[in-house]
């Protein structure tokens, strides 16, 4: 009778909700208890109806109860601990909705402590203990308890499934094994698992090597962030230490330093802040349309819901990924050595004649980090709309098609002078300048054709190869046509042995320094693909080379 009345106290003194003594007990109005804790997170999921209730009796409250500790079963609680009551069977053991719950207990079932592959049931630790004392389950394979024990039963045979077939990858029975899975590749469940078990330590071992790899990575990462520091510190030092000898001869110098470093400063800061606002602005958006869609989902009107489903359910287009890549920032030793030799040849310079003094330090790039494209259909996403412009054309390039087409022609055109013309190299400029990431697409329609890429100060006036593109620091150009490819950049040509098509598509990510171009067919094929770091804006360029040429920039969106 005294274990009766020990389960009969633990029950009283039991939180209904986690099933285990009450902790910080609080009594409701309706005269029940609970943990302070459990009764609170009930009550939250109750907050958006405003009505709370009793779990047990469901009786309602309004307003939500203001909840006080009940000192007497707390006290009683914790004397009832101190006198051994958490040894005795208790109502933390009794099955929940989440436990597996044993097969063999009647009325109020407790947790189920091994599921038996062979009986296919679980038992609690009372009706575990014949699978230890009697010899006749000495074989009976326990594992952690299992709703899932019916999967190992085969449907058609109701027997254990203790084969595998690795035709079909799918476990069967003895029965299946010399029925519809004759002269399959069959094998013991037990083989088949020591053998995934060993590709699994396989990969096992391979993801511990790449955390190896990364780790040690991230370890060469922070040594570099110290590099940089510690040159840029030196380079800082070494810097105040030259203009504080030059102060004396070039204060007007410094302050124009000074205003031109703040004013990239602000530059660079002002781009960063309006991506930061563009994120934030999304992330508002994203916010409200969770909100909107949350108050749809709870809309009980079938109509109503099909109604504002479809206005509600689109998503805007993303302003990127959400992961953040910082480029690093180069040394600084140039900044160094440029403002020592300032300071050698400052007096004579200023004798003779006035000097801008530029200070550029290597731009830090906070980018959304996307991948680099793979197939056509990615590369269209960065397709832009360039045109052709007038001002720059050789008069004998004649310009057609909204200024997308350029033929090469024997007779001269009547354009007006201009100083961005090109006078004595048949070559023609974009009037779109090219930032960001682009692509575009150049049909050659009839010879060969030479596609470039230029900055705006390239030389425009004269015979000289200053002129040409390819033939300097400020220009790259691809030649392209049936039987031949050669790339050219600062005169060093680079043969390229991929036949080229009549088509050809280029790649520029300006900010990553990446210049590709490919030949367009029923596939696209890579020809040359440059790493470099462009320091200004760039414009498409077409070279026409013999009469008759022609080459257009095509429509892609």
Request: net charge neutral.
């Amino acid at each position: 009778m005294a274990q009766k009345g020990d389960q009969l106290d633990r029950e009283t003194i039991s939180c209904s909700i986690c099933l285990d003594l009450l902790k910080d007990p609080v009594t409701i109005p309706c005269g029940h208890s609970y943990c302070i804790s459990c009764i609170k997170s009930f009550w939250d999921g109750e907050d958006q109806r405003k009505i709370y209730s009793c779990p047990q009796c469901r009786q309602t409250f309004t307003p939500r109860p203001v909840l006080v500790k009940n000192t007497m079963f707390a006290a009683l609680v914790e004397q009832l601990k101190k006198t051994g009551l958490q040894l005795a069977p208790a109502d933390h053991c009794y099955a929940g909705p989440e436990d597996v719950a044993c097969d063999f207990c009647t009325g109020r079932k407790l947790k189920a402590l091994k599921s038996c592959l062979v009986c296919h049931v679980s038992y609690c630790e009372k009706h575990l203990q014949p699978h230890f004392e009697s010899t006749k389950f000495k074989k009976h394979k326990l594992v952690d308890p299992s709703e899932k024990l019916q999967e190992n039963i085969c449907s058609r045979h109701d027997e254990v499934m203790k084969m595998f077939c690795r035709t079909d990858q799918q476990s069967i029975c003895y029965l299946c094994s010399v029925d519809e899975h004759k002269g399959h590749d069959t094998v013991s469940a037990a083989a088949e698992r020591t053998e995934r078990q060993r590709e699994l330590e396989v990969s096992q071992q391979q993801i511990q090597q790449r955390i190896q790899d990364r780790e040690k990575d991230v370890k060469l990462l922070q040594q570099e962030v110290e590099a940089v520091s510690r040159s840029a510190d030196k380079a800082v030092e070494d810097s105040e230490k030259i203009f504080t000898e030059l102060i004396r001869l070039i204060q007007k110098r410094s302050s124009d330093v000074k205003q031109q470093i703040r004013s990239q400063q602000e530059t660079e800061v002002s781009r960063v802040k309006e991506l930061q606002e563009k994120l934030e602005q999304e992330i508002t958006e994203l916010k409200r349309k969770d909100a909107e869609l949350k108050q749809l989902s709870h809309t009980e009107d079938q109509n109503q819901f099909l109604h504002n489903y479809p206005s509600l359910s689109q998503l805007s287009a993303s302003t990127g990924s959400s992961s953040i890549n910082i480029r690093p920032l180069s040394y600084f030793e140039d900044v160094t050595a440029a403002v020592s030799e300032l300071r050698d040849q400052l007096q004579d310079i200023l004798r003779e004649k006035r000097t801008n003094i530029s200070l550029t330090v290597t731009e830090v790039d906070v980018l959304l980090s996307e991948p680099e494209p793979k197939t056509r259909a990615e590369f269209l996403k960065y397709s832009c709309n360039i045109t052709l412009d007038p001002n720059t054309a050789n008069t004998y390039l004649l310009l057609s098609e909204g200024n997308r087409k350029a033929e090469r022609t024997r007779q001269e055109q009547s354009y007006s002078g201009h100083p961005d013309r090109f006078t004595n190299w048949s070559q023609v400029l974009s009037r779109e300048s090219l930032t960001g990431r682009c692509y575009w697409e150049v049909k050659r329609r009839r010879g060969g054709v030479y596609v470039a890429v230029a900055y705006k100060n390239i030389s425009r006036a004269g015979v000289s190869k200053k002129c040409a593109f390819g033939f300097n620091d400020k220009s790259w150009m691809l030649y392209c046509d049936t039987n031949s490819s050669t790339f050219w950049f600062n005169r060093t040509s680079t043969p390229i042995s991929v036949p080229c098509s009549s088509r050809v598509g280029v790649y520029l990510d300006h900010r990553a320094g990446i210049l590709s171009f490919f030949s367009i067919s029923k596939t696209m094929t890579l020809l040359h693909r440059v790493q470099t770091t462009f320091t200004q804006p760039l414009y498409a360029g077409l070279y026409l080379h013999n009469d008759g040429d022609i080459a257009e920039l095509c429509k892609l969106k």
